[in-house]
């Protein structure tokens, strides 16, 4: 059985986004795979929580050492950003890649026949955080927000075929430490708050004097 890699890093998380993936040619006739990992501004429900991935927060990452992997598996690499054969970038979209293909490479084929036929059409990445924030239930809401901010490593983007709900949501992170860090923000926001009405309160009974 394989082991996944993530699992050795941590804090690590996955998210899976179900934007179009394809395999094309460019004007210099190569050919590669190109998709987008992420996508910013848009609403991900991960049951205890939601979020949504804020534009800039990959501008930290852009010079990683990104690989591009088939279904996150280590062993089948299908670039590199630190060799050239994979490329990173933003737009107001989000987060693009494209990984050159190989048609000497026997995994490289495969991987391509499948999204070719649309068997495989979406994309993975697995990452760090730097800086996130939270935003209480608004009204109609059952869960907070939670913002992406800065990412601080992207290891990987991945084609996928079909991710699995761990993947999706906290990876090699585990949920129990999300909820900590979240009760942990709610416990700082609800101190601030208390300190600002006794700050009001302070300078009304000034006034009053």
């Given at each position: ?46 049951g ?41 970038s ?53 869960t ?32 129990e ?28 009974l000034?006034?009053?004097?």
């Amino acid at each position: 059985m394989k082991t996944d890699y993530i699992n050795n890093i941590p804090n690590a998380e996955r998210r899976f986004f179900s934007v179009p993936l394809e395999f094309r040619a460019s004007e210099d006739g190569k050919q590669y795979f190109e998709g987008y990992a992420a996508k910013f501004n848009q609403e991900t429900d991960l049951g205890y929580f939601r979020e949504i991935i804020a534009p800039g927060a990959f501008s930290e990452v852009l010079n990683d050492d990104v690989r591009c992997l088939f279904n996150h598996d280590s062993h089948v690499i299908l670039g590199r950003t630190q060799s050239g054969t994979c490329e990173i970038s933003v737009d107001e979209v989000g987060l693009k890649y494209r990984a050159l293909y190989n048609e000497n490479d026997p995994d490289h084929v495969r991987v391509m026949e499948k999204i070719k036929r649309g068997d495989v059409s979406q994309s993975s990445f697995a990452f760090t955080i730097d800086r996130e924030s939270w935003t209480n239930p608004k009204e109609g809401e059952q869960t907070s927000l939670r913002t992406i901010e800065v990412v601080r490593q992207l290891y990987d983007v991945s084609p996928v075929t079909y991710p699995a709900y761990a993947d999706t949501t906290v990876g090699a992170r585990g949920l129990e430490t999300i909820k900590a860090e979240k009760d942990k923000a709610d416990e700082a926001a609800a101190k601030e708050k208390s300190e600002q009405l006794r700050q009001q309160f302070k300078i009304k009974l000034q006034l009053t004097k």
